[in-house]
């Protein structure tokens, strides 16, 4: 049982980088896996990246692979998004998510595999 809080939005120009962080407090945040979403107007809600519970998987959408990286420290209970090399279509409110993981690890890319969500932050990239 996780509550989860972004931060670190913004407004940058196009190349430019934002570190998003998103707050766990609550019990047991280790056992979690974590992912980022994003969610820009009139469009659904679309996954980003997501990290295991020991951090040795991570996994990201073809849109973000190589410019955005995910990690957590689990003694902070915490969770970032790296995020280089804006594009105006990054635009979107970003939301930190989690699901209590029980197996091995598979990559989830779905929302519908999270039933904790923080409340979003918003990211706006101009050009």
């Known amino acids: 049982q996780v509550q989860l809080v972004e931060s670190g939005g913004g407004l940058v120009q196009a190349g430019g980088s934002l570190r998003l962080s998103c707050a766990a407090s609550?019990?047991?945040?280790?056992?979690?896996?974590m992912g980022w979403f994003r969610q820009a107007p009139g469009k659904e809600r679309e996954f980003a990246a997501t990290i295991s519970r020991n951090s040795l998987n991570r996994d990201y959408s073809d849109s973000v692979k190589g410019r955005f990286t995910i990690s957590r420290d689990n003694a902070k209970n915490t969770v970032y998004l790296q995020m280089n090399s804006l594009k105006p279509e990054d635009t979107a409110v970003y939301f930190c998510?989690?699901?209590?993981?029980?197996?091995?690890?598979?990559?989830?890319?779905?929302?519908?595999?999270?039933?904790?969500w923080g409340q979003g932050t918003q990211v706006t990239v101009s050009s």
């Open positions: 998510a989690g699901v209590l993981m029980i197996g091995t690890w598979t990559t989830s890319t779905s929302p519908h595999a999270y039933n904790y």
């Open positions: 609550g019990s047991d945040f280790s056992t979690y896996v």
